[in-house]
């Protein structure tokens, strides 16, 4: 139980999971002002604030202010981390040195986002509040690839397993995807 180490400035309310992939650990957090994404190097110890103005040190990969997520956790997808706002900005940073891939806008006019994106087979899905799935190519380009209506309102994060994608609205659960042939 012992604290291992901290990272300021932080938010009050911090709803995203930290992920880890690759070596980092991704912190992050959207309620302003501070809107931090921290990126730690594991096995980092003791107190790893950042000195004013800088956005590295030894322990910490990258850190970026006004950036990170209200709700959704993060994405670590193939060396990348990928942030969707609440509000449909959806961000892309190399995972390693924090550089920015992309900005883009998720082609979504509804209430907003709460669920966390996921990836599979190369591409991310972003599930707005009113029930659109949006579809991403997973890369360095953003790239819209298709809008699927749930026809409910979505708040949960979708699960993945064996190639099934499970989305849970409003009033149902919806499993899409194929099914695993016979054995």
């Known amino acids: 139980g012992a604290e291992l180490w901290r990272i300021s400035p932080g938010s009050k309310i911090s709803a995203p999971t930290p992920v880890a992939s690759n070596g980092y650990v991704v912190v992050s957090s959207g309620r302003a002002p501070e809107r931090p994404i921290h990126v730690v190097r594991l096995g980092s110890r003791g107190d790893l604030t950042l000195p004013a103005g800088a956005a590295s040190s030894g322990a910490v990969a990258w850190s970026r202010l006004g950036r990170g997520p209200y709700m959704p956790t993060p994405l670590i997808h193939d060396g ?84 099934v994608m499970f989305v849970r609205t409003v009033s149902s659960l919806v499993a899409i995807g194929r099914p695993s042939p016979p054995k």
């Open 80 to 163: 990348r981390v990928y942030v969707l706002g609440n509000n449909g900005v959806f961000d892309a940073y190399d995972l390693a040195t924090g550089a920015e891939v992309y900005r883009a806008r998720a082609p979504h006019l509804g209430s907003g986002f709460s669920a966390s994106p996921v990836g599979a087979d190369g591409k991310i899905y972003l599930s707005g509040e009113d029930g659109d799935v949006i579809v991403v190519r997973a890369g360095p380009v953003f790239e819209h690839v298709a809008t699927n209506a749930m026809g409910d309102l979505i708040m949960a994060t979708p699960a993945l397993s064996n190639g």
